[in-house]
C-alpha cells in the first residue's frame, strides 16, 4: 500500500468516527469526498514531482473536511444559549406584590416556548412521561372522567398530584406551578369514597341557594384534600330541553333560577379568597347556549335571535361574573352557526368588554379541532376570539407546534400570547400556588367523612318533589309489610348518575354510600318486614306498602341525547305489577330529568315522588318516605306529558302552548299553606325606583314544614313579544303549624326590561302583574 493509499485510509476512519455522530447532511458530502479521493488514487501514475502533489492535495482535502466534520458536528449538538435563571429575588417571587404586578415580571422572563406551555392543559393519561411537564413548560393537568391514580384513594390522589407539581416547580428554569383541573360537579365524583351530592337538577329542586353555596363549599374542602386546585363546575347552563343529555347538569330551565344558584356555587367554591386551603377555582361553564341547542342535541346549534339568546342564556354567566369567579369555559355549541370557540364577538365583545370578566378563558376539551377542518386555522380563530388556555388533552403536542409556528409567521400577534399567558399567569398567583404548591398528604382523610356525608342527606331531602300523595306518605315506620321493587333502589351507580367515578357512570357498587333499600331497611323499626324483589316476578301481595323505584341508567353529555323521554316499558310493567297485586303503591322516580309515558297510570300509584340522581346520601330520600322531614322541593322543570311536547318551558311567549303534566314550581307537602294580602308600592314606580313586594304566607297544617315563595312578573304591555310569566324572586321559608310570616321582596324596575338587539335592556311603559302563590296585583311603571 503506498503513502496515498494510507492517508487515504486515515481520513476514511477519522471522517467514520466524526460521521457517527452527525446526520445525513455530513454523509453526504463525505461520500462525495470518499469517491473523488479514489478515483484521484487509482488514476496516479506518474513522476514522484507529481506524487509529491497529490500527496498535499490530499492533506488540504483532509483538513477542510475534518474541519467541516468538527463544525457541522458542533452545530447539531450544541443548543443555543440557554436563558438565564432568574434571580432568587426577582420581582414575581416576591409574595408583597399584587397578582398583577408579579405576573408582568414574570411574563417579562418567558420564552415563546414557555408561554405557549402555560397555554397548553392536558389529560394526565396523555403525557407519556412525568418529564413531559418540564420538557414542554406544561401550564396544566387535568383528570378528566375516569382518569384516576391507581388505586383510586383520596391520599394516592395527594401523592399523584405532589409529584406532578414537584416537576413544574423544581424541574423548570422559571419554578412556574401548574393548575390541576377536575370535573368536580356533584362532589369530588372522580374520587371513591368522596361524598355525592345530588346533580345540580335535584339541587336547583332545593330552591335553597345557601345550600347550594354549603355543598359547593365541602366539595371544594374535599377536593383540596387531594391537592387540586381548580374544578369545572359549576355548570350554568340553561336547559331548556329535556331532550339533551345534560339536563341534570342544568340548575332549571329558568335562567333567574340558574343565576341565583350560579352565584352561590361559586361563593361555595371560591370562598372568602383563592389562596386559602379550603377553597378552588370555579370554572362557570358553559358559556354559552349549550341548553338551548335545536332538538337538544349536545355540541349542536342554538338558533335564536340575539336577544332570546341573552336573555334566556346570558344571564346566569352575567351572575358568575358578578360573583368573581375565576374562570369560565367556552361551550362546544353554535350560536345560529358560528361555533363559540371561534367567535371573537361572544368571547371578548360580550364576555369581556360587556360582561367584565377578566379571568381565565378555557377551552372544552378538544373543543378548538371542531372550530374549523384545518386545525392550524382552529388554531388560531381560537385564539384571536380570545381562548387562554386550550384544553388539549390529546392534540397538545400538535397545539403548541402549530400556535409557535403561527407566532413566528406573524398570524397570531405576541400580545395576544402575552395576553392569554398574563391571565393565566395573575390566577396562579392569585391562588397561592406559588407559595403553597404542594398539598399535605395526610389532609386526604377528611374526604368523605360523616359530617359532609350530612350536609349531602339534607340536599337530597330538600331535592325530592312530591308529585302526588293520596295519604299514603308519610309511611309509618312500624308498619308490617313493605314490598320493594324496581332497578334502582339497590343501585348506588344508578343514584349517582354519570359523572361518577368514570365519565359516563356506571350501575352497581361504584362508591361508598346508601342505596335507597338500605336506607329504608335502617328506618322502619325492627318488626317490620322488607322483601325485596327487583322486577316483582315473584309478588303475592297485598302487602302494607309497595315502593318502586325506577328511572334511568347513568349517562353523560350526547351519550344522553334522547329522541324518547318515555319510562321504559319493563319499568312500567314492574310498577303493574305491584298495583294489581293490591299493594298501595309509592313510585319514586330516580332519574336526571322527568320521563314520560306515566300519565295514563298515574291514577293508580298513591304516591309519586321525584327523587332525580340523589348521589351517595340515599337516606335522605327514605327521611322524606317515613316523615323524618317533610318534603318542600319544588319542580326547577317543566314536566311534559309525552316528549312531544318538548321543548316545554313555562315562560313561553304567548303564542306557544303550555301544557304539561305538572308545572314549572310545583311540589306537594305534608302540610298546606295559605297566601294573603299581596301588595305592591309604588303602584305608578318610575323606570329609576325599585318596587317592593310583600305577601304573607300561613302554614295552615298540622305539621311544620317550608314553602318556596315564588315572584312572577308579567308585562303585559310589551312591543315585543314577552314570556306569559318570569320568574323574578323567590324565598324559602320554615313555618310552624299555624305560623303566619310576611315576606318582602324588592325589586329594581330596571331589571323588568326587555332586551332588543343591543345590550341594555329597555324598560317600557305600561302595566305589569304579579303573580305569587294564586294571588294578583298589579302596577304601572311611568
Known sequence: MNELENLLLILILSSTIVLSSTGAVMSIVMNGVFFLLTLFSASSK???????????????????????????????TIKPPSPPLPPKEAPYRNPNLTPEERAADLLSRMTLEEKIGQMTLVDRQS??????????????????????????????????????????????????????????????????????????????????????????????IEVRATGIRWTFSPCIDVARDDRWGRTYESFSEDPYLVKTMAISAVRGYQGAGLNRNDTVLATAKHYMGSGGTENGRDQGDCKAPLRIVREQHLEPFAGAVEAGVGSIMASYCSING????????????????????????????????????????AVKKSIEAGIDMAMVPQSWRQFQVVLKDLVNRGEIPISRIDEAVYRILVTKFRMGLFENPYVDESLASIVGNAKHREVARQAVRESIVLLKNNGILPIPKNVSTIYVAGPNANDIGKQCGGWTITWQGSSGNITIGTTILEAIKRTVSPQTRIIFDEDASEISGPYDVGIVVVGETPYAEFYGDRENLDLPEEQLKIIDRVVASGTPTVVIMVAGRPLTGIESRLSQWSAFLMAWLPGTEGQGVADVLFGDYNPSGKLPRSWPRSTAQEPINYDRRPSEAYDPLFEFGYGLSYTTFKYINLTVSPISPKVEDTITIQVSVKNTGSRSGSEVVQVYISDVESSLPMPVKKLYRFQKVMLEPGETRNIVFTIPVSELGLYTEGSERIVEKGVFLVTIGGLTASFTVN
Open 46 to 76: 506518474g513522476s514522484e514531482e507529481k506524487n509529491r502533489i497529490r500527496k498535499i492535495v490530499v492533506g488540504v482535502i483532509f483538513l477542510f473536511v475534518t474541519a467541516l466534520c468538527v463544525y457541522l458536528w458542533l452545530y447539531s
Open 127 to 220: 403525557i407519556s412521561s412525568i418529564s413531559d411537564i418540564s420538557t414542554y413548560y406544561l401550564g396544566g393537568l387535568l383528570s378528566g372522567g375516569g382518569s384516576c391514580p391507581d388505586p383510586n384513594v383520596p391520599w394516592n390522589w395527594a401523592r399523584m398530584y405532589n409529584e406532578f407539581q414537584k416537576q413544574a416547580v423544581e424541574k423548570t428554569r422559571l419554578g412556574i406551578p401548574i393548575l390541576y383541573g377536575i370535573d368536580a360537579v356533584h362532589g369530588h365524583n372522580n374520587v371513591y369514597g368522596a361524598v355525592i351530592f345530588p346533580h345540580n337538577v335535584g339541587m336547583g329542586a332545593t330552591w335553597n341557594p345557601e345550600l347550594v353555596e354549603e355543598c359547593a363549599r365541602i366539595t371544594a
Open 338 to 377: 358560528q361555533k363559540m370557540h371561534g367567535s371573537k364577538f361572544f368571547l371578548t365583545d360580550v364576555l369581556r368588554r360587556e360582561l367584565g370578566f377578566q379571568g381565565l378563558l378555557v377551552s372544552d376539551w378538544e373543543a378548538i379541532g371542531q372550530v374549523d377542518s384545518s386545525y392550524r386555522e
